[in-house]
């Protein structure tokens, strides 16, 4: 806790609308975004079969690390201003500060994508025939969805999230049960795409399909093994969203019981919804076909003839773009709204509506959201930019998974320091804590040294991107240490009444 800090209890806090099965929902399906159906494709072009494999494995252990520290602090020390009460308890109000604004300029940059490609896709099916500005009409209905759902009552986030989330899941089972019919031969047309054998088995004949001369390591790592870390920002960011689910504690029900199951399962959800498509996707359908400019899901299933199927997969990266940027915009609010509770944003940001949802925040988001997508069309869709149009979307993905991860690591790190600060006042974390972090502390410090590294190998891939980053995460911090030293700074919190700080519940002991 910093110094000087005083806490008051207030019976008015986040409203606890989101139910048990909203919980399981969008832990499920809010790491299935239209990254992950649009940016698969890119990553398994640039990477090759074996190297797009372990790198969704390396990056899901990863997640599985962060959704079990992110579980212990939750349960055991309950607030309800995000992960930002965590990292300013643990790390300071200087770390928490840059961490807290960056994950909020994460989704001020992330969420204008996503709305847009909404706009992209609902082209597709309803043509305005205002030519470009279809994606622009369309993506400012989107938005103005957005403000509706995040304003009103927050029970009806968790509804339209979960009904989005069946969408997306029912759409990954039906791709894993039609790539297994594909790969033994069972669909598909008389003669393979690929290889021009008749239908049959396919077996490793796409996968390990290469040049004469090729060793197996050259064909499944055809840019080499180093390439896995170099793009793992790129992979990570196929996984943000994966702590909405965190973020939702504060307005769950029962989060003690519901929000440990729901981070559990994660390692489940990984393997099913990521690595099983995966690897089908590398077993029964060529990188070098792969791309960014489709969703691999549909090239895939459309190169064996179900065109059905494969135009249902544009229209769930709809569902998917829209998902995607609804939950993130909940998450920024929230993030911003625990900036404020804990003294490091404007006070009037903290305050709620009738539904006792964080209003003013949820404006104050919506404005750069606002100007963020404008510039986006402008650049891209009506080419203003020329060839920087090409490479916005990609810079804003990258940018997002940069300050993404950076959150990430502060959920890891005020984690260890938890444990640390426990010990230190006598307690045995194995006796004291409800819910406890699995494989603690070899699995929290591989996912604080992988996305470190990541992030480090981020500078020379992107250098701008690197030096943006830096801007958002420096920039608060500057102007939370002048108004500190200028006497601005509240000192007193304001907790919900079911609020526990580290202090209260541990004590040191006598």
């Keep these: 806790m910093s110094e000087n800090r005083q806490v008051e209890k207030s019976e008015r806090t986040l409203a606890r609308g989101i139910r048990a099965w909203h919980v399981s929902f969008i832990a499920l399906g809010g790491i299935i975004g239209s990254c992950y159906f649009l940016g698969l494709g890119g990553v398994y072009a640039d990477l090759g079969p074996g190297a797009v494999i372990l790198s969704y494995i390396i990056a899901g252990i990863t997640i599985y690390g962060v959704m079990q520290s992110f579980a212990e602090l939750l349960v055991n020390i309950p607030r309800r201003g995000s992960f930002v009460s965590y990292t300013r308890e643990f790390m300071g109000d200087v770390a928490s500060t840059g961490i807290g604004w960056s994950f909020w300029a994460n989704w001020v940059a992330y969420v204008p994508s996503e709305a847009l490609a909404t706009g992209v896709f609902m082209g597709y099916f309803i043509d305005l025939g205002l030519g470009a500005w279809d994606s622009f009409v369309w993506g400012i209905v989107a938005l103005a969805l957005l403000t509706a759902v995040n304003l009103y009552h927050v029970k009806w986030f968790g509804h339209i999230e979960s009904i989005m989330a069946i969408a997306k899941i029912i759409a990954v089972i039906v791709f894993i049960i039609f790539g297994i019919l594909i790969f033994l031969g069972l669909m598909g047309p008389a003669t393979n795409p690929f290889t021009g054998e008749e239908k049959g088995f396919i077996g490793s004949s796409i996968i390990m399909a290469g040049e004469a001369g090729q060793s197996p390591y050259e064909i499944l790592f055809p840019s080499g093994s180093f390439v896995i870390l170099t793009y793992m920002v790129w992979t990570l960011v196929n996984f943000?969203?994966?702590?909405?689910?965190?973020?939702?504690?504060?307005?769950?029900?029962?989060?003690?019981?519901n929000v440990p199951a729901a981070c559990k399962k994660v390692a489940v959800r990984i393997v099913f919804i990521y690595l099983i498509p995966v690897i089908l996707i590398t077993l029964i359908f060529p990188y070098a076909k792969a791309s960014y400019d489709q969703t691999v899901f549909a090239d895939t299933l459309g190169a064996y003839g179900l065109n059905w199927a494969a135009g249902l997969f544009v229209f769930i990266t709809l569902i998917a773009a829209f998902s995607c940027a609804n939950s993130g915009f909940y998450g920024t609010v929230r993030s911003l709204y625990g900036l404020s509770v804990e003294g490091m944003a404007p006070k009037f940001l903290s305050n709620l509506n009738k539904y006792n949802v964080p209003q003013n925040a949820t404006i104050f988001t919506l404005i750069p959201i606002w100007i963020v997508f404008v510039l986006g069309f402008c650049i891209?869709?009506?080419?203003?930019?020329?060839?920087?149009?090409?490479?916005?979307?990609?810079r804003l993905l990258c940018f997002s998974g940069f300050t993404g991860t950076l959150c990430w690591v502060g959920i890891l790190w005020s984690q260890a320091l938890f444990r640390k600060k426990l010990k230190a006042r006598g307690y045995d974390p194995q006796e004291c804590l409800t819910v406890k972090a699995q494989l603690f502390p070899a699995l929290c410090y591989f996912s604080i040294i992988l996305q470190v590294a990541a992030m480090v190998c981020l500078v020379f891939e992107d250098w701008l991107v690197f030096v943006f980053a830096l801007i958002t995460i420096f920039v608060p911090i500057i102007i939370y240490a002048v108004q500190k030293k200028n006497g601005k700074i509240r000192?007193?919190?304001?907790?919900?009444?079911?609020?526990?700080?580290?202090?209260?519940?541990?004590?040191?002991?006598?």
Excluded: M
Aim: hydrophobic share 30%.
């Design 240 to 257: 943000q969203g994966s702590e909405i689910v965190g973020l939702s504690a504060a307005e769950t029900q029962d989060p003690d019981k």
């Design 380 to 394: 891209t869709e009506l080419g203003f930019g020329g060839e920087a149009g090409a490479s916005l979307y990609e």
């Design 491 to 510: 000192l007193n919190i304001t907790y919900g009444a079911d609020e526990v700080t580290f202090d209260e519940k541990y004590p040191e002991k006598q």
